[in-house]
Protein backbone atom coordinates (compact mmCIF):
# COMPACT_ATOMS: atom_id res chain seq x y z
CA UNK A 1 0.00 0.00 0.00
CA UNK A 2 1.28 3.10 -1.01
CA UNK A 3 1.49 6.04 1.95
CA UNK A 4 1.47 9.65 2.22
CA UNK A 5 5.13 8.86 4.01
CA UNK A 6 6.53 6.70 0.99
CA UNK A 7 5.20 10.08 -1.14
CA UNK A 8 6.72 12.75 0.89
CA UNK A 9 10.16 10.11 0.42
CA UNK A 10 9.99 10.28 -2.93
CA UNK A 11 9.42 13.59 -3.79
CA UNK A 12 12.85 14.14 -1.81
CA UNK A 13 14.48 11.05 -3.67
CA UNK A 14 13.11 12.14 -7.12
CA UNK A 15 15.15 14.61 -9.02
CA UNK A 16 14.22 18.37 -8.67
CA UNK A 17 15.54 20.30 -11.82
CA UNK A 18 13.06 19.33 -15.09
CA UNK A 19 11.38 16.24 -13.46
CA UNK A 20 8.12 15.69 -12.40
CA UNK A 21 6.65 13.89 -9.20
CA UNK A 22 3.52 11.80 -10.06
CA UNK A 23 2.48 9.49 -7.42
CA UNK A 24 -0.05 7.44 -9.50
CA UNK A 25 0.94 6.75 -13.23
CA UNK A 26 -2.42 5.02 -14.64
CA UNK A 27 -1.58 0.83 -15.16
CA UNK A 28 1.97 1.75 -13.40
CA UNK A 29 2.85 1.08 -10.22
CA UNK A 30 1.75 3.30 -7.55
CA UNK A 31 4.41 6.12 -6.12
CA UNK A 32 6.57 5.78 -8.84
CA UNK A 33 8.72 8.59 -9.36
CA UNK A 34 8.87 10.24 -12.93
CA UNK A 35 12.19 10.90 -14.57
CA UNK A 36 10.95 12.68 -17.74
CA UNK A 37 12.62 15.78 -18.97
CA UNK A 38 10.73 18.38 -19.40
CA UNK A 39 12.01 19.88 -22.78
CA UNK A 40 11.89 23.22 -24.51
CA UNK A 41 9.73 21.75 -26.71
CA UNK A 42 7.36 21.15 -24.51
CA UNK A 43 6.67 24.37 -21.97
CA UNK A 44 6.74 26.24 -25.59
CA UNK A 45 3.42 24.33 -26.98
CA UNK A 46 2.04 24.09 -23.30
CA UNK A 47 2.96 28.28 -23.47
CA UNK A 48 1.01 28.22 -26.52
CA UNK A 49 -1.77 26.72 -25.13
CA UNK A 50 -2.04 28.69 -21.76
CA UNK A 51 -2.36 31.84 -24.22
CA UNK A 52 -4.92 30.37 -26.17
CA UNK A 53 -7.14 28.88 -23.35
CA UNK A 54 -6.83 31.95 -21.48
CA UNK A 55 -7.90 34.30 -24.49
CA UNK A 56 -10.89 32.51 -25.23
CA UNK A 57 -11.73 32.32 -21.76
CA UNK A 58 -11.43 36.05 -21.05
CA UNK A 59 -12.47 37.11 -24.14
CA UNK A 60 -16.58 38.56 -23.99
CA UNK A 61 -18.36 37.19 -26.89
CA UNK A 62 -20.38 39.75 -29.19
CA UNK A 63 -23.87 39.82 -29.21
CA UNK A 64 -24.00 37.87 -32.36
CA UNK A 65 -23.27 34.52 -30.31
CA UNK A 66 -26.19 34.95 -28.50
CA UNK A 67 -29.23 32.99 -28.67
CA UNK A 68 -32.08 35.17 -30.39
CA UNK A 69 -34.09 33.63 -27.47
CA UNK A 70 -32.40 35.37 -25.03
CA UNK A 71 -32.27 38.96 -26.11
CA UNK A 72 -35.17 41.31 -26.12
CA UNK A 73 -35.64 44.39 -28.42
CA UNK A 74 -33.55 46.53 -25.47
CA UNK A 75 -30.46 44.64 -25.89
CA UNK A 76 -27.18 46.25 -27.75
CA UNK A 77 -23.89 44.76 -27.71
CA UNK A 78 -22.85 47.41 -25.07
CA UNK A 79 -25.33 46.78 -22.62
CA UNK A 80 -24.96 43.05 -23.04
CA UNK A 81 -20.89 43.63 -22.22
CA UNK A 82 -21.84 45.71 -19.16
CA UNK A 83 -24.14 43.39 -17.72
CA UNK A 84 -21.84 41.01 -18.34
CA UNK A 85 -18.91 43.12 -16.49
CA UNK A 86 -21.17 43.74 -13.30
CA UNK A 87 -21.99 40.02 -13.30
CA UNK A 88 -17.92 38.80 -13.28
CA UNK A 89 -17.64 41.43 -10.60
CA UNK A 90 -20.00 40.60 -8.30
CA UNK A 91 -19.23 36.51 -8.62
CA UNK A 92 -15.40 36.39 -7.88
CA UNK A 93 -15.94 34.29 -5.06
CA UNK A 94 -14.27 35.95 -2.29
CA UNK A 95 -16.96 37.68 0.05
CA UNK A 96 -14.51 40.57 -0.02
CA UNK A 97 -14.04 40.94 -3.66
CA UNK A 98 -17.79 40.51 -4.81
CA UNK A 99 -19.14 43.01 -2.40
CA UNK A 100 -16.72 45.32 -3.23
CA UNK A 101 -16.08 45.70 -6.96
CA UNK A 102 -19.55 44.34 -7.55
CA UNK A 103 -20.91 46.95 -5.79
CA UNK A 104 -18.47 49.72 -7.60
CA UNK A 105 -19.91 47.81 -10.92
CA UNK A 106 -23.40 47.66 -10.12
CA UNK A 107 -23.03 51.38 -9.24
CA UNK A 108 -20.72 52.71 -12.16
CA UNK A 109 -20.59 50.26 -15.06
CA UNK A 110 -23.60 51.48 -17.08
CA UNK A 111 -22.10 54.42 -16.71
CA UNK A 112 -18.39 54.20 -18.31
CA UNK A 113 -18.00 54.98 -21.78
CA UNK A 114 -15.59 52.24 -23.94
CA UNK A 115 -12.49 53.23 -22.55
CA UNK A 116 -13.45 53.16 -19.13
CA UNK A 117 -14.92 49.63 -19.86
CA UNK A 118 -11.85 48.26 -21.41
CA UNK A 119 -10.04 49.64 -18.17
CA UNK A 120 -12.46 47.69 -15.91
CA UNK A 121 -12.61 44.44 -18.04
CA UNK A 122 -8.42 44.53 -17.57
CA UNK A 123 -9.01 44.45 -13.79
CA UNK A 124 -11.55 41.43 -14.11
CA UNK A 125 -9.32 39.63 -16.14
CA UNK A 126 -7.33 40.11 -13.08
CA UNK A 127 -6.47 36.97 -10.71
CA UNK A 128 -8.58 37.50 -7.57
CA UNK A 129 -5.93 37.87 -5.01
CA UNK A 130 -4.50 40.28 -7.01
CA UNK A 131 -7.69 42.54 -7.15
CA UNK A 132 -8.21 41.94 -3.39
CA UNK A 133 -4.54 43.05 -2.64
CA UNK A 134 -5.61 45.45 -4.68
CA UNK A 135 -8.98 46.77 -3.20
CA UNK A 136 -8.11 46.35 0.04
CA UNK A 137 -4.47 48.40 -0.36
CA UNK A 138 -2.47 45.71 0.56
CA UNK A 139 -0.21 46.77 -2.75
CA UNK A 140 0.00 49.40 -4.71
CA UNK A 141 -1.53 49.69 -8.56
CA UNK A 142 0.59 47.67 -10.82
CA UNK A 143 1.39 49.36 -14.16
CA UNK A 144 -0.17 47.31 -15.91
CA UNK A 145 -3.58 48.66 -13.90
CA UNK A 146 -2.91 52.03 -13.38
CA UNK A 147 -5.54 54.28 -15.05
CA UNK A 148 -8.28 56.63 -13.99
CA UNK A 149 -11.28 54.00 -14.02
CA UNK A 150 -8.85 51.36 -11.51
CA UNK A 151 -7.51 54.69 -9.65
CA UNK A 152 -11.68 55.65 -8.94
CA UNK A 153 -12.16 52.13 -8.07
CA UNK A 154 -9.41 52.22 -5.00
CA UNK A 155 -10.09 55.37 -3.97
CA UNK A 156 -13.65 54.37 -3.46
CA UNK A 157 -13.26 51.43 -1.71
CA UNK A 158 -10.60 53.68 0.67
CA UNK A 159 -13.80 54.71 2.08
CA UNK A 160 -15.58 51.76 2.71
CA UNK A 161 -16.21 50.03 5.31
CA UNK A 162 -15.19 46.23 4.74
CA UNK A 163 -14.20 45.31 8.30
CA UNK A 164 -15.65 47.66 10.09
CA UNK A 165 -19.09 47.14 9.97
CA UNK A 166 -21.60 45.45 11.64
CA UNK A 167 -23.12 42.39 9.95
CA UNK A 168 -26.15 44.14 9.64
CA UNK A 169 -24.11 46.91 7.88
CA UNK A 170 -22.98 44.49 4.94
CA UNK A 171 -26.18 42.79 4.60
CA UNK A 172 -27.61 46.19 3.97
CA UNK A 173 -24.74 46.90 1.63
CA UNK A 174 -25.53 43.76 -0.25
CA UNK A 175 -28.92 44.53 -0.70
CA UNK A 176 -28.43 48.05 -2.20
CA UNK A 177 -26.65 46.58 -4.32
CA UNK A 178 -28.17 43.82 -5.53
CA UNK A 179 -25.65 41.04 -4.68
CA UNK A 180 -27.90 39.07 -2.44
Known amino acids: MFSPLSSRVM ?8 TSFRSYMGGAKEGVASTAR ?22 MPDISTIPESSIDETYDAASVRSKRLIYRAK ?29 FEALVNTDTIEIYNLLTLRTPIPESLDN ?14 LGKASVEGYREAKKEAGLT
Request: charged fraction near 35%; hydrophobic fraction near 35%.
Open 38 to 59: TTPEMVKKSEEADKIIRASHFA
Open 11 to 18: RRVAPRVG
Open 148 to 161: ETVRSIVEWCEGQP
Open 91 to 119: QRGWLEVDVLLGTWAHHNVPKLDDKALDE
